[in-house]
């Protein structure tokens, strides 16, 4: 396992005490959890957007186009 200096604003660091205290886990361990979240959010963004990127709105929209339009059913609409 490695190790970082990381410095932090001090309201930061004390909501992040105060948050660990409220888990009952350390500090570090409250840390390296958001930070793995985090991470782990980013990740999935950027693969949202590359699977984005290879859509093709106009295929997409030929699909939509062979619904066909029919009325809903009774309390089956949006407000």
């Not at 950027?46 to 030929?62: C, M, T, V």
């Amino acid at each position: 396992m490695s190790s970082y200096p990381l410095r932090l604003p001090d309201h930061v660091l004390e909501e992040a005490r105060r948050a660990a205290a409220e888990d009952n886990v350390s500090l570090n361990q409250l840390l390296s959890s958001l930070i793995a979240d985090g991470i782990g959010h980013r990740r999935a963004i950027l693969a949202l957007h590359r699977r984005a990127e290879r859509g093709d709105p106009a295929a997409a929209l030929s699909v939509l186009d062979k619904v066909p339009a029919n009325t809903p059913d009774p309390g089956d609409t949006i407000p």
